[in-house]
């Protein structure tokens, strides 16, 4: 699988209720995410949570499930951002 461009959050939860296969990393966070010239995709968020207009990068899939991280430079201008 190719790696993805960095994203920006559109919108985020944290999961407490997991599915039987993830029950034992719960709680973690999925977020929707706007990918430029991709356009907007489910993934989850590794290590330290994100909100709403922060900026992500790629990291790897798992079980076929593109994870983020967030990014360095943690805030991009967006549209959404106020």
Do not use: W
């Amino acid at each position: 699988m190719n790696t993805l461009p960095e994203a920006i959050v559109y919108t985020e939860t944290v999961v407490h209720t997991a599915p039987e296969r993830y029950v034992t990393e719960a709680p973690y966070q999925i977020a929707i995410v706007d990918i430029p010239e991709v356009g907007r995709k489910t993934v989850r968020i590794l290590g330290e949570y994100v909100t709403i207009g922060e900026s992500v990068r790629f990291e790897a899939y798992r079980d076929e499930v593109p994870c983020y991280q967030r990014s360095s430079d943690s805030k991009i201008s967006h549209p959404g951002n106020k």
